[in-house]
């Protein structure tokens, strides 16, 4: 399991869910667009604290941000 990938898809696949572009995620998760963009195209590592703002944003429990989907 590559960490990052099943991190980066869970994020892209729960903001999609919510309906949110990924600038309206980005302010809402009190981050710039740009890093969101890289996290999704998997160009970037991430911070714990930043994993957290992400799961808040996503109104997800963290957890589900690093369960690798088996469909």
Same mark, same amino acid.
Do not use: M
């Given at each position: 399991m590559d960490i990052i990938k099943v991190f980066s898809k869970n994020v892209k696949k729960y903001r999609n869910k919510?309906?949110?572009?990924?600038e309206a995620f980005a302010e809402r998760a009190g981050l710039?667009?740009?890093?969101?963009? %890289?996290? @999704?195209?998997?160009?970037?590592?991430? %911070?714990? @604290?930043n994993v957290q703002k992400i799961a808040d944003a996503l109104e997800v429990e963290t957890y589900l941000l690093f369960i690798e989907d088996s469909g």
């Open positions: 919510k309906g949110l572009s990924q710039h667009r740009t890093y969101i963009s %890289a996290i @999704e195209r998997e160009k970037r590592s991430i %911070a714990l @604290e």
